[in-house]
């Protein structure tokens, strides 16, 4: 074979591997029922979530909860991506723990409706830690009440309103899962501004997201 054809199957190759590599990056996903992509938002369809989530204010080391939650709200597509909103949620006792003996807590959700979409997460210089596809909650706000003499806080209440951003679990196509990635969430005063992480996984009991 001449240096030519060589040269030319060469290059063939690694535009083969050029084209073949954006199909192997993670996109944003797309909510599915049953096998089948669900349409826009007038063929939504209903959300319910269930799971078990904590929060951290970030350095603290102090994790509320985890308690056992469910969300409510519906889900469609847009631009060839998940979209869709939470219209509500409650936790499933009054109180949960925290990782300090003798401390407990009282959560409340708050301010809905919360926006959700699609989102292709890629990893920086700090969590998250991989690439991978998401969905990103904006607008979500919890309040935690904290019953206890030894709860390591300087107040009473902490309000965190923000983003929240979780993985479509790689296990179950049906789960969110919120570690690996420190969300944009924030503490209000009293408190000076302060970073709070989300925790745990969550799961749809019908859609799948793809």
Request: charged share 10%.
């Amino acid at each position: 074979m001449s240096f030519k054809k060589i040269m030319l199957l060469a290059s063939m190759a690694m535009a083969a591997v050029a084209f073949a590599a954006p199909a192997a990056q993670a996109t944003a996903p797309e909510w599915y029922h049953g096998g089948v992509k669900v349409g826009g938002q007038a063929n939504a369809k209903t959300l319910h979530v269930t799971g078990s989530l904590s929060s951290e204010v970030v350095g603290t080391g102090f994790e509320s909860g985890p308690c056992e939650v469910t969300f409510s709200g519906l889900a469609w597509n847009e631009n060839n991506m998940a979209d869709g909103e939470i219209t509500g949620g409650s936790f499933h006792t009054h109180t949960c723990e925290t990782n300090v003996e003798g401390c407990t807590i009282t959560p409340t959700l708050q301010n809905f409706p919360w926006n959700i979409t699609g989102v292709t997460i890629t990893p920086g210089a700090t969590p998250p830690a991989k690439a991978g596809s998401g969905i990103e909650i904006q607008g979500a706000q919890f309040e935690n009440h904290y019953i206890g003499g030894t709860c390591p806080v300087p107040v009473s209440t902490i309000m965190a309103t923000g983003t929240a951003t979780a993985y479509v679990d790689t296990n179950s196509n049906k789960c969110l899962d919120f570690e690996n990635h420190i969300d944009g969430m924030q503490t209000h005063a009293p408190l000076p501004t302060l970073t709070v992480d989300i925790r745990g996984t969550v799961c749809d009991t019908t859609l799948e997201l793809q």
